[in-house]
């Protein structure tokens, strides 16, 4: 019987998930088994050309290994493209690196990190940040954490406030642009800025998500066929109405997830 085990063709004799571990000296009790994307946590007999990757769990795996687990992981011709997209993220902020982090963990393989401040303890109550990443750059802090999530991904970092002078300069290699910025007026130059000076790219910016209202009402909106709003589109953060995690959380979410999306060919919302 031909099946693919852990991404090369592989002839064995019928048999059983949990046999196949044996054969090949894996203690099923430390082994993840992914067959066709899915982890099986039961035996069952293996069938033709079942796709079977046998993962050490207490191991980190090589760069290749990696790329095989996230493949097996995700669904069928999408890894590769993942693999092979890069996003611009403006902002590393609340929204900022929660959308760096998820899409670091689907496997993007190039992320470009832009932001000016530091990390600094306000932070703390809704980014990515920790106590060990007080004063750094928000770009070394983030690539720093990135970095023990997925090692293989290329990161590139621009220590730098965005303007729009520098706007064509810093995204011309970006394909898909992640406004995550806390204020309207940046918000504005940057999305302004791409709209009008690239007709190739695309946008995913943000606009309300601020208190503890609904998390329903947090959608993702396609405005043309470059530029998606996510947010409920009214809830600023002012005084009285912080922001708060969870809905910023589930704001970058839509913003990971329209990102993704657009790297897979999705266009709509």
Do not use: W
Request: aromatic share 6%; charged share 20%; hydrophobic share 40%.
């Amino acid at each position: 019987m031909k099946i693919i085990l852990n991404g090369k063709p592989c002839n064995i004799q019928c048999c059983s998930i949990y046999k196949l571990c044996d054969i090949f000296f894996k203690d099923i009790q430390k082994t993840a088994v992914i067959v066709n994307g899915f982890q099986i946590n039961e035996d069952r007999d293996l069938k033709e050309n079942d796709e079977v990757f046998l993962i050490d769990k207490h191991k980190m795996p090589n760069e290749n290994e990696f790329s095989a687990m996230l493949y097996a992981r995700h669904t069928p011709n999408v890894h590769q493209k993942i693999k092979n997209s890069r996003v611009a993220i403006a902002g590393l902020g609340g929204l900022g690196s929660h959308i760096a982090i998820s899409l670091a963990r689907t496997g993007v393989g190039c992320l470009h990190l832009i932001d000016f401040d530091v990390v600094e303890p306000s932070n703390l109550n809704r980014q990515q940040y920790m106590i060990c990443h007080l004063g750094m750059a928000k770009t070394d802090a983030l690539k720093a954490e990135i970095a023990q999530i997925n090692p293989f991904i290329q990161i590139i970092t621009h220590n730098i406030k965005i303007n729009e002078g520098n706007i064509c300069e810093i995204f011309k290699d970006d394909p898909i642009i992640c406004e995550a910025f806390d204020n309207p007026k940046e918000k504005a130059i940057l999305v302004n800025g791409i709209l009008s000076q690239y007709a190739d790219k695309k946008i995913v910016a943000s606009s309300g998500m601020a208190g503890f209202d609904s998390s329903n009402s947090i959608v993702t909106r396609k405005i043309n066929d470059k530029f998606y709003i996510c947010g409920d589109g009214v809830t600023e953060a002012k005084e009285g109405r912080g922001l708060m995690s969870p809905r910023v959380s589930i704001c970058a979410g839509h913003q990971a997830n329209m990102i993704l999306r657009l790297i897979l060919g999705c266009d709509n919302v």
